[in-house]
């Protein structure tokens, strides 16, 4: 009896032990399922939305092609490379798309999702310029690419960069990673069953793990899903997506996705990241051209970069080297023979250009700076939201708009052309200033003047010796660069850009009490009444002056709000002037696309524009930016027009023709530095060069900054012609009148001279130059007159108020007259009748 009912209750134990492992099975199972569906939803959306583009980091703005841009076929096939768009007939979904190469077109086939188009066709010509764009057989207007990346880390410099597939990686480089990485990476399915039992053995009851046995998968998802916190529930999700990506990705693209994202190390101020990277920063090689050993190098990097970086350790970067080269003659990819052949190499370390490998150190520290900006605003709402008397903990790892990409303002092909022509002018300043040991710095900021949107920043010579960034943080007098503030106030006060001033040795007293007598630059005078508008054009320190005195130094004052500026402040301030008037803020930052699984992939291929992953427009090419308006836009386009002459008889101009068939307006600045502000109708462009400890430079701004200037914009020009313009846009109320400098009064085709002035049509003369009127000519004596008059036919005298008829429909084509720039650089009227007459 006795037996029966022990054998009973082993029977119940054994079934309620058998039901609880059934449960747990069943509960276990039910917990992974919709562990593995709530991961494989996020590995899908980022999928979904561009693994290239979906993770943090921060990017330029997206290229927006356009037929006549300066892109050869080659040229666009290294950018297309650049931007994750991998050469082949169809890509797998981490790439941008894919591309194809003919002899005289491009064929792009962007991961749209089956949107419009699925296939976008790019021509060229002889000129190495785009020719045409059509999209699945119809014209386009534009075509614009995926963003290229600038740091995948904001907390890093990270040098240019392009993904590689994974057929540009060489055998011997595949070879040596999963030797020492991951020995069965090409059999497992993201999980190697062998590490991960032996890290939880060596780290059991401890929360922390210091053990590894990651595969490259994990290794992966660590570096782009996950923060760094070494614990059991993050190695947990680790394991579960890196499940979910083997599921989801072939081999090669995972494998080709870890080459991309490896950190390996830092040499100076550049994060290295990527084996392409490496393999040029540490041996200045393409990474086809690696040998043996250094690819075991570069792979032995990987676990360690700091300890293993040939760099910092050249002995321990050997050791581990040798280490990676027995594993690869373990695993039969080497033979001893080659490994003892490679043992022996020296570690040679190649020399190394930090400018060549940047990617716009100082823009990227200008956009962290204004994201954490963002971010602590967002903290300062959530403590007014939330806890009106208390604090709130922001833990930036799991801040959803800190993990979000950032899309930038920056046009990357306009900022390596700012580098190359500040580059340029830097060195020929170095022939003047290396002997007497000094080194000059510049900067310079390049916008659009309707948006505020920063295109191209350069912050100093060399983001490796100094970080200052002297375009944003380096605050100087402008010098001559303000007058047209000056002048600016004083138009909107109602003065005439032909009123006249006097153009010698003058006092002034101000406060009452105080004595000033400004000289010209050089000390020279004209002793003679001058226009407005001339003492502008010619930068005439008195004649500013006395402008300044009439119009209110208050006001003047007020029209810019300080004396010492920075070169984006005075580059957004010029803005006013080609915008119309209006007032905009310089903006870094474009949008930042939303968190993976907000919506789909961002629609860069669309030929209208680049919407976000919610499906919204961005705001690039937008007037989003502007503001308030500062000053009427009769005056801005009076001071453009001023500011032309500049270029054209004043100070700047050694500018002259250097961009054809675009109107530029500029102004130059000598203080104790150079400068010069200018623009053309869609881009305005501030250069800056001077020393730190702000020693006199000794020569003006047309002579250190103007060069700098013509280069950069010369070339933004040419590579996208829609930033020029042949002329600038009229506003109502002003005319475009010909004066003869000499009376005042509107030109006649006896003046020797004649000057075009843009002006309120109020304020325009009306009547003609009497002094060289036939009738009136005062350069000859009675004698010579009466001598001279009856030679001419009565019927070939001109009369004064004599005007060429045009029936009505003519005249009103004529009377539609703009200033257009040539392809020489002079300035000619055209109207309709003109064009027509063509």
């Not at 400018?355 to 956009?367: K, L, M, Q, T």
């Not at 000056?486 to 101000?510: C, I, N, Q, R």
């Not at 919204?616 to 009769?634: C, F, H, R, W, Y």
Request: net charge positive; proline share 5%; hydrophobic share 40%.
């Amino acid at each position: 009896m006795t037996i029966r009912i022990k054998a009973r209750k082993r029977r119940l134990v054994l079934r309620a032990l058998l039901l609880f492992v059934l449960l747990a099975v069943v509960g276990a199972t039910v917990l992974l399922t919709n562990s593995y569906r709530s991961y494989a939803k996020l590995v899908d959306a980022r999928l979904a939305c561009g693994y290239l583009t979906s993770r943090g980091g921060i990017f330029a703005a997206p290229r927006t092609l356009r037929s006549r841009q300066k892109f050869s076929r080659d040229e666009l096939a290294v950018v297309l490379r650049r931007t994750g768009y991998l050469e082949t007939d169809s890509a797998g979904e981490i790439w941008n798309g894919s591309f194809t190469v003919s002899s005289d077109a491009i064929e792009i086939r962007p991961a749209n999702d089956g949107g419009y188009p699925e296939v976008a066709r790019l021509t060229f010509d002889r000129d190495g310029r785009i020719a045409e764009i059509s999209g699945d057989g119809v014209t386009l207007d534009r075509f614009a690419l995926e963003p290229e990346a600038l740091t995948s880390d904001a907390r890093m410099k990270e040098g240019a960069r392009r993904p590689l597939a994974f057929k540009e990686i060489p055998t011997v480089l595949v070879q040596a990673i999963t030797s020492i990485e991951d020995r069965r990476f090409f059999d497992h399915h993201g999980l190697d069953v062998f590490g991960v039992a032996r890290a939880l053995l060596r780290n059991a009851g401890d929360e922390r793990i210091g053990q590894g046995g990651s595969t490259i998968t994990q290794q992966l998802v660590k570096n782009t899903y996950l923060t760094p916190e070494r614990t059991l529930r993050r190695k947990y999700a680790e394991a579960m997506l890196a499940f979910t990506i083997e599921r989801r990705l072939p081999k090669e693209d995972i494998f080709s996705l870890y080459c991309n994202e490896i950190y390996l190390g830092q040499r100076g101020a550049l994060a290295v990241r990527g084996v392409d990277q490496a393999a040029r920063v540490y041996f200045g090689k393409h990474l086809s051209e690696l040998t043996v050993g250094e690819a075991a190098t570069i792979a032995g990097m990987i676990q360690s970069p700091a300890r293993y970086s040939p760099l910092v350790n050249n002995d321990a970067a050997s050791a581990r080297r040798n280490t990676v080269l027995g594993t690869m003659v373990r695993d039969g990819f080497i033979t001893l023979e080659q490994a003892a052949a490679s043992a022996k190499e020296p570690m040679t370390i190649a020399d190394f250009d930090p400018a060549r490998e940047s990617s716009a150190p100082y823009f990227i520290d200008y956009v962290n700076r204004v994201s954490e900006a963002r971010a602590s605003a967002r903290a300062r709402e959530q403590v007014a939201e939330t806890r009106p008397s208390g604090r709130v903990q922001i833990d930036e790892k799991n801040d959803p708009e800190t993990n979000r990409p950032t899309i930038t303002t920056l046009d990357l092909d306009l900022q390596r052309m700012a580098e190359e022509a500040i580059k340029r002018q830097l060195d020929r300043l170095d022939a003047i200033y290396k002997p007497r040991g000094l080194t000059p710095q510049a900067a310079l900021v390049a916008l659009d003047p309707r948006t505020g949107d920063v295109l191209a920043m350069v912050g100093g010579k060399d983001y490796a010796a100094s970080q200052l960034n002297r375009a944003t943080d380096a605050r100087r007098q402008p010098g001559s660069v303000f007058k047209p503030f000056v002048y600016a106030t004083a138009l909107e006060g109602g003065m005439s850009p032909l009123a006249t001033f006097k153009d010698a040795p003058h006092e002034f007293t101000y406060d009452h009490k105080f004595k000033y007598r400004p000289a010209n630059y050089g000390g020279g005078y004209s002793m003679r009444d001058v226009w407005l508008r001339t003492g502008l054009i010619r930068s005439l320190n008195v004649v500013t002056v006395d402008v300044a005195m009439q119009t209110g130094l208050a006001r003047v004052a007020d029209m810019l709000g300080t004396t010492e500026v920075s070169p984006v402040q005075i580059a957004s301030a010029y803005a006013a002037f080609a915008n119309g008037g209006r007032r905009i803020q310089p903006n870094v930052v474009a949008r930042s696309v939303s968190e993976p699984g907000a919506g789909r992939r961002p629609r860069a291929g669309s030929p209208y524009g680049v919407e976000d992953a919610t499906g919204s427009k961005s705001q690039l090419g937008t007037e989003a930016q502007m503001n308030d308006q500062v000053i009427q836009p009769g005056t801005a386009f009076m001071i453009t027009d001023m500011l032309q002459g500049v270029i054209e008889e004043g100070t700047a101009r050694a500018a002259r023709g250097k961009i054809p068939r675009t109107a530029i307006a500029g102004k130059t600045g000598t203080s104790r530095d150079g400068w010069f502000v200018g623009y053309s109708k869609n881009l305005v462009c501030a250069v800056w060069i001077g020393f730190d400890d702000n020693q006199q430079l000794g020569l003006t701004g047309a002579e250190a900054a103007l060069p700098a200037w013509a280069d950069f914009m010369k070339s933004a020009v040419d590579l996208r012609p829609e930033l020029g313009g042949k002329s600038f846009d009229r506003p109502d109320g002003i005319t475009i009148v010909e004066i003869d400098p000499e009376t005042g009064q509107l030109a006649t085709g006896l003046c020797p001279l004649h000057e075009r002035v843009a002006m309120v049509t109020a304020q325009a003369p009306f009547s003609e130059c009497y002094r060289h009127n036939v009738y009136f000519d005062l350069t000859h004596s009675p004698e010579q007159t009466k001598t001279e008059t009856p030679a001419l036919a009565k019927s070939e005298l001109p009369h004064p108020k004599s005007r060429q008829k045009y029936p009505a429909g003519e005249f009103a084509l004529l009377r539609d007259t703009r200033v257009d720039t040539d392809k020489r650089g002079r300035k000619v009227l055209v109207n309709e009748m003109r064009i027509q007459g063509r």
